[in-house]
C-alpha cells in the first residue's frame, strides 16, 4: 500500500501544543506518517540567510525564525511518543549533522531528505553512517546530480527511495511533472514517490494512479494560517478525501482486470444485450432492410443485434407484426 506522510513543517510555528494537536488530526486523517523538520539554527544557518519568501514579521533574520522553530531533545521525545500512540510513524527531515544527532536520540526509522540537501554529501554521509533508510526529495536535483547523490549512497549501502518534486509553493499544474515518475523508477528500479506542494488533492492521486508508492504533502489547519507553506498545503478535510481516494486506487492497482475474460457479466449480458426485432407489421416475402430492423432486451428472444447484417436481403416466410422478435425460422433466402 502506499505510504502516505503528511508534512507538518514549520505549521506548528515553533508551538509544542500545536504540533500535538497536529498529530492528532493526521491520525485521524487517516495517514500513515507525520513529518516534521529538525532545525538547530546555529548549526544550519548564519544571519546572511535571506527569506524563501518574506512572510514573517516578527523574525528579522531567517536564521532568527528556525531558531524559533526549535524544539528540545525532551520536546521532540514527547512529539515521538504521541505519535506512537496514535500509530503515525514519526519522520523528520534534518537540516545539519546535529539534527541528525539529535533525530537518532530520538529515534526515527528512516531520514528524508530535503531537496536543498540532495547536494549535502555531508549530510548524507552522516546519515549513512546510522546505516537507516533514506528518501531523497528530488525538488531542485537534475538527473546528473541525483545519478551523483545516488552513487554516493550506494557505495554506502544505503537503502534509498526518490521523491518527484517541483520546488515551487505551490506547485501549478503545468510544474506538477507526473512524467518524471515513471522516468524515475526505469533510471533508478527503486520505490519512487511523490511530493506534492500543489495545495490540492489531485496530482498526489494522479501520481497514486501512476505508480508513486509515497506520497508527502504539506497539511495545515486553515490556509490562511502564519507560515511559508500555508498556502501550498492541504487541509485536514482534503487530506481525509485524499487518503480515502488514494487507498481506493491502491486496492484497484493490487487487482487488475482480465478484459479478456467477461464470464462474471453473462447474466448482465443477458438481461443488457438486446435481440432483433422488426419495427413495422410486415407481410410473408417481404424483403428484410436495415430500416425494418430494430432491437430489444432481453438477448436471446432473437437474432444477435451483432449479427444483423446476415438478415439483410433475406425474405419473411410468414406475416409479422410491429416490434416482434425476428428468428432465424422466420427467414428465407
Not at 43 to 63: C, G, L, N, W, Y
Not at 178 to 188: A, D, M
Not at 249 to 273: G, H, R, T, V, W
Amino acid at each position: 500500500m502506499t505510504l502516505i506522510i503528511a508534512e507538518i513543517a514549520q505549521a506548528h510555528d515553533g508551538s509544542l501544543g500545536m504540533a500535538h494537536a497536529y498529530i492528532d488530526a493526521v491520525a485521524k486523517a487517516g495517514c500513515n506518517a507525520i513529518k516534521f523538520q529538525t532545525h538547530i539554527a546555529e548549526a544550519e544557518s548564519s544571519i546572511h540567510e535571506p527569506f524563501r519568501v518574506k512572510f514573517s514579521k516578527q523574525d528579522d533574520t531567517r536564521m532568527a525564525y528556525w531558531r524559533r522553530m526549535e524544539f528540545t531533545l525532551e520536546q521532540w521525545q514527547e512529539i515521538k511518543t504521541h505519535c506512537d500512540v496514535v500509530g503515525l510513524e514519526f519522520i523528520s527531515s534534518p537540516f545539519s549533522n546535529a539534527a541528525v544527532d539529535l533525530l537518532e536520540k530520538v529515534g526515527v526509522k528512516r531520514y528524508k531528505v530535503g531537496s536543498g540537501e540532495v547536494n549535502n554529501f555531508v549530510l548524507l554521509e552522516k546519515i549513512a553512517q546510522t546505516g537507516k533508510p533514506v528518501i531523497l526529495s528530488s525538488g531542485m536535483s537534475s538527473l546528473e546530480e541525483l545519478d551523483k547523490t545516488i552513487a554516493f549512497l550506494k557505495t554506502r549501502k544505503v537503502d534509498y527511495s526518490i521523491l518527484q518534486c517541483t520546488t515551487a509553493y505551490p506547485t501549478t499544474a503545468q510544474q506538477f511533472g507526473l512524467n518524471v515518475i515513471s522516468e524515475l523508477k526505469e533510471r533508478y528500479n527503486v520505490t519512487i514517490g511523490f511530493s506534492d506542494h500543489s495545495s490540492s488533492i489531485e496530482a498526489c492521486i494522479a501520481a497514486t494512479a501512476l505508480g508513486a508508492e509515497i506520497l508527502e504533502f504539506h497539511v495545515v489547519f486553515n490556509k490562511d494560517m502564519f507560515g511559508p507553506d500555508a498556502k501550498a498545503s492541504l487541509t485536514m478535510d482534503e487530506t481525509s478525501r485524499l487518503v480515502k481516494a488514494v487507498h481506493n486506487i491502491s486496492i484497484a492497482l493490487q487487482n487488475p482486470i482480465d478484459k479478456s475474460d467477461n464470464s462474471d457479466f453473462e447474466k448482465l449480458k443477458s438481461i443488457f444485450e438486446k435481440s432483433l426485432a422488426i419495427n413495422k407489421t410486415l407481410k410473408a416475402g417481404d424483403t428484410i432492410s436495415f430500416s425494418d430492423l430494430e432491437t430489444k432486451k432481453p438477448k436471446g428472444f432473437g437474432i444477435l443485434a451483432s449479427e444483423y447484417e446476415k438478415v439483410i436481403g433475406k425474405k419473411l416466410n410468414r406475416d409479422m407484426s410491429q416490434w416482434e422478435f425476428l428468428n432465424e425460422e422466420d427467414l428465407t433466402d
